[in-house]
T-cell receptor, first 113, second 118 residues
Framework: NAGVTQTPKFQVLKTGQSMTLQCAQD?????MYWYRQDPGMGLRLIYY???????DKGEVPNGYNVSRLNKREFSLRLESAAPSQTSVYFC????????????FGNGTRLTVT | AQTVTQSQPEMSVQEAETVTLSCTYD???????LFWYKQPPSRQMILVIR??????QNATENRFSVNFQKAAKSFSLKISDSQLGDTAMYFC???????????????FGKGITLSVRP
């Protein structure tokens, strides 16, 4: 019953440091997504992957890179963290078919000082 | 581009009463899907209910139902017999219909914080 697993749950970075957020799903879903959640802003799409081997930019991609390592895993990398990237990050997956709902991980709270 | 608006940032309701959360959206699409997600303090995002735009009948899931007004582009969530466990942030979301094999993305509103009072 794992669903979508994100690691780590919490992270504190200094400005300029880099890190990778990991995401894995065990539901054999085709599509995977990275969102960020900020107070008063809802969830905004950073990047998504429609299927293994493809990635596309979402609404707020600047400062991030992604890798769809295989069908299960979709990682998000911050090359040089900035305070504006302080947020809660959610990974999600879906079957990728029309109207398929998204299944979310439990989020990563990232603070950049 | 689609936009989703949740104009009420906070609401409060007495336990066992009924509450309605508002959502409006803007789109030029004729075929799409609408969702309500719940985010309790645990931070987990939970799908509450889904509505297909081509269906005139409003979706229901136990105590949760929607009032979908396509012409008005309105999609409100009604929670009946509110329970303490309903305390959460609620997000309205939009997904446009795409061809088979293409990718669909969710666009979220800013959310509304609902507090259920004992």
């Amino acid at each position: 019953n794992a669903g979508v697993t994100q690691t780590p749950k919490f992270q504190v970075l200094k400005t300029g440091q880099s890190m990778t957020l990991q995401c894995a799903q065990d539901m054999n879903h085709n599509s995977m997504y990275w969102y960020r959640q900020d107070p008063g802003m809802g969830l905004r799409l950073i990047y998504y992957s429609a299927s293994e081997g493809t990635t596309d930019k979402g609404e707020v991609p600047n400062g991030y890179n992604v890798s769809r390592l295989n069908k299960r895993e979709f990682s998000l990398r911050l090359e040089s963290a900035a305070p504006s990237q302080t947020s809660v990050y959610f990974c999600a997956s879906s079957e990728g078919q029309v109207s398929s709902p998204l299944h979310f991980g439990n989020g990563t709270r990232l603070t950049v000082t | 581009a689609q936009t989703v608006t949740q104009s009420q940032p906070e609401m409060s309701v007495q336990e066992a009463e009924t509450v309605t959360l508002s959502c409006t959206y803007d789109t030029s699409e004729s075929n799409y899907y609408l969702f309500w997600y719940k985010q309790p303090p645990s931070r987990q995002m939970i799908l509450v209910i889904r509505q297909e735009a081509y269906k005139q009948q409003n979706a229901t899931e136990n105590r949760f139902s929607v009032n979908f007004q396509k012409a008005a582009k309105s999609f409100s969530l009604k929670i009946s017999d509110s329970q303490l466990g309903d305390t959460a942030m609620y997000f309205c979301a939009f997904m446009k219909h795409v061809a088979a094999g293409a990718n669909s993305k969710l666009t979220f509103g800013k959310g509304i914080t609902l507090s259920v009072r004992p």
